[in-house]
């Protein structure tokens, strides 16, 4: 097992582990201590102690508001509760994995926040190097390939990645009979929208083309965490903040949907993302319908989005996000 593997396992089991000179005392239950445990911890005791004391020297790192909110919805206690921000890919192709673990490990290297070990509260960032990439190999070839991919989608497309985990991303290869399959997860905690376009991005660059270097970041997550900190002190902060203080009691409640069960008996909340694709001719024509009252399709979809939920849920939308007769002049109006 690697070294946040271990911690890990530890924690999720309910330990402490600290370092004490050349000692590592163990904190939680001892009787969930198993003799397994024990041996990993003896044979991985120079790394987890170097790991340990990187950690106890770190600088903390504020959370955002947002990363607050992700662990936030991890707690189980929560109706809905127990999950996290999370995606997960599913590529077909034809790697070298070693190669390939080289790029993942110069991303991990250039970007702080992929180095970052997450508690409640805050993150401590571990410097270069010291976090290791790993992409695991499965070579299924033979009668249980679709099985073990199966197997893996069940596992990996739905995780909570403990936040000991460093970094919170996880890839695996898999071969089969049809090919080789590599699968990504990654955790929102550390990987945004706009985060996930630049690790891709980067991750090519560096496997594609292993002498190259890219210009050094300007600013990283630490330190643009730390410079929006003395932000929230500030007299429009403290004014946006009693405004919506004030305001958030008067806000409609959300619209009553028709469930298909009762939100608070849902053990292990999973979702199922939905496609549609549109025809190119009706797409266009519903472009030109929304220039016409000056709204962009972004902004056209929203007040369709709206009138759907009108329909379902019988109530009225507010006026600031109803859509207006002009906008609905590019919306289907709904047969009931």
């Not at 593997?5 to 005392?25: N, Q």
């Not at 003799?35 to 170097?50: C, H, N, R, T, Y």
């Not at 594609?208 to 050094?216: E, F, N, Q, Y």
Request: aromatic share 6%.
């Amino acid at each position: 097992m690697t070294t946040p593997a271990i911690l890990e396992t530890v924690e999720r089991l309910g330990f402490t582990l600290r370092s004490d000179g050349d000692a590592i005392r163990i904190e939680g239950p001892k009787d969930r201590l198993t003799p397994d445990i024990v041996s990993e911890l003896k044979i991985g005791k120079p790394q987890i102690l170097a790991w340990l004391r990187d950690l106890a020297d770190a600088e903390q790192v504020p959370l955002t508001d947002m990363q607050t909110a992700y662990l936030l919805g991890r707690e189980e206690a929560l109706e809905l509760g127990g999950v996290s921000s999370h995606v997960f890919h599913e590529f077909e192709g034809d790697w070298d994995i070693p190669r390939l673990e080289a790029a993942f490990q110069r991303v991990i290297d250039r970007h702080d926040a992929l180095r970052m070990r997450i508690a409640g509260d805050g993150a401590r960032v571990l410097p270069r190097g010291r976090v290791r990439a790993q992409i695991p190999v499965i070579d299924a070839r033979g009668a249980e390939g679709e099985a073990r991919r199966a197997a893996i989608r069940e596992g990996m497309s739905h995780q909570v990645m403990h936040t000991a985990r460093v970094p919170l991303v996880e890839m695996r290869a898999l071969r089969t009979d049809r090919g080789m399959s590599l699968f990504v997860s990654h955790d929102g905690l550390v990987i945004d929208g706009l985060s996930m376009c630049l690790f891709f991005r980067e991750l090519v660059t560096f496997y594609r083309t292993p002498a190259v270097d890219l210009p050094p970041l300007g600013t990283g997550f630490a330190e643009l965490s730390r410079e929006m900190l003395p932000a929230a002190d500030t007299l429009p902060a403290i004014r946006a903040r009693q405004y919506w203080q004030e305001a958030a009691p008067k806000l409609p409640p959300a619209p009553a949907l028709p469930l298909a069960a009762d939100p608070a008996r849902i053990d292990r909340p999973a979702s199922e993302r939905h496609t549609i694709r549109v025809a190119p001719a009706i797409w266009a024509a519903f472009r030109a319908a929304a220039a016409e009252v000056g709204l962009s399709p972004s902004a056209a979809l929203g007040a369709a989005f709206c009138e759907v939920l009108s329909l379902w849920s019988g109530a009225r939308i507010s006026r600031s996000t109803r859509p207006s007769r002009t906008a609905r002049r590019c919306i289907p109006t709904p047969s009931r």
